[in-house]
């Protein structure tokens, strides 16, 4: 079972930025690729992007580019999603979660995600 913890949400203005963190722990990061969703109140779930093994990103709301960027750091188990230009319609619960794929650079289908996180609460207003 992989273990993920979400870290670094917060409060902000729009226009603002935040990094969210996710912490792997109990196996090697390198064999996962590693999905991002967040899930607003009272909507339901939205897949945003996929980093996979090699570190490449794939979008799953196209908009996002150039705003979200995700990023890894095998070494020290965590992979980063850098929220800037953060709008009023971005709030929510930011999950991460976790897909064990041979595939280094290849994301899989969001069905294959297995192991998710609690999640880590972004706000913004003004």
């Known amino acids: 079972q992989v273990q993920l913890v979400e870290s670094g949400g917060g409060s902000v203005q729009p226009g603002g930025s935040l990094r969210l963190s996710c912490a792997v722990a109990?196996?090697?990061?390198?064999?996962?690729?590693i999905d991002w969703f967040r899930q607003a109140p009272g909507k339901g779930r939205e897949g945003l992007l996929c980093?996979?093994?090699?570190?490449?990103?794939?979008y799953y709301v196209a908009s996002l580019q150039g705003r979200f960027t995700a990023t890894r750091d095998n070494a020290e188990n965590t992979v980063y999603l850098q929220m800037n230009g953060l709008k009023v319609e971005d709030p929510a619960t930011y999950y991460c979660?976790?897909?064990?794929?041979?595939?280094?650079?290849?994301?899989?289908?969001?069905?294959?995600?297995?192991?998710w996180g609690r999640g880590t609460q972004v706000s913004v207003s003004s």
């Open positions: 980093i996979s093994r090699s570190g490449a990103p794939a």
């Open positions: 109990d196996v090697t990061l390198d064999d996962y690729a």
């Open positions: 979660a976790a897909a064990r794929t041979s595939g280094r650079n290849m994301c899989p289908s969001q069905a294959n995600y297995d192991s």
